[in-house]
Structures are given as structure tokens and as C-alpha cells.
């Protein structure tokens, strides 16, 4: 079994499972991980876009929120 068939078997049982966000930092993670050409090849295996990919992995190199919000503060319906 190859690294490839892995993978994709992997976004496909995990994915449906995640947000959106949790999704484009788990493909932003491994498109890190891989190397040069990693944001093609993991949008290939995990049946996403490149700007996808390429937005996770730009996330990454920023702090985490530390209040865990998910949202921007204001957010939401208006009273």
C-alpha cells in the first residue's frame, strides 16, 4: 500500500467528520509535511481545491486564537 492510497483513505474517513477549518488545517498540515509540491498533491488526494490547501497552510503559521472562538467577534444574526 502506498503513502498516497493512504492518505486519501484517510481524508475520506476523517473529513466529513471536521469544520471547514479543522479541514483546511489538517490539509495545510500535511501539505507542510510533504514538501515541495505538497499543496497539489494533498488537494489531489483529499478531493479538495489548491487555495484550500494553500489557506490551511498559510493559517498555520499564524498564533492560535486563544479564546477558541470560531467566529470574528460581531458575528452572527443581530439582535
Given amino acids: 500500500m502506498d503513502l498516497d492510497s493512504v492518505l486519501a483513505a484517510g481524508f475520506a474517513l476523517v473529513g466529513p467528520h471536521l469544520t471547514e477549518r479543522q479541514r483546511r488545517l489538517l490539509y495545510g498540515a500535511f501539505a507542510l509535511v510533504v514538501g515541495h509540491g505538497g499543496v497539489t498533491r494533498i ?4 478531493d479538495s481545491t489548491r487555495p484550500t490547501v494553500a489557506r490551511g497552510k498559510a ?3 499564524l498564533p492560535p486564537d486563544p479564546t477558541g472562538r470560531t467566529r470574528a ?3 452572527g444574526p443581530k439582535p
Avoid: D, I, S, V
Avoid at 488537494?43 to 483529499?46: C, D, T
Fill in 43 to 46: 488537494a489531489g488526494l483529499a
Fill in 73 to 75: 467577534p460581531g458575528g
Fill in 59 to 61: 493559517e498555520l503559521a
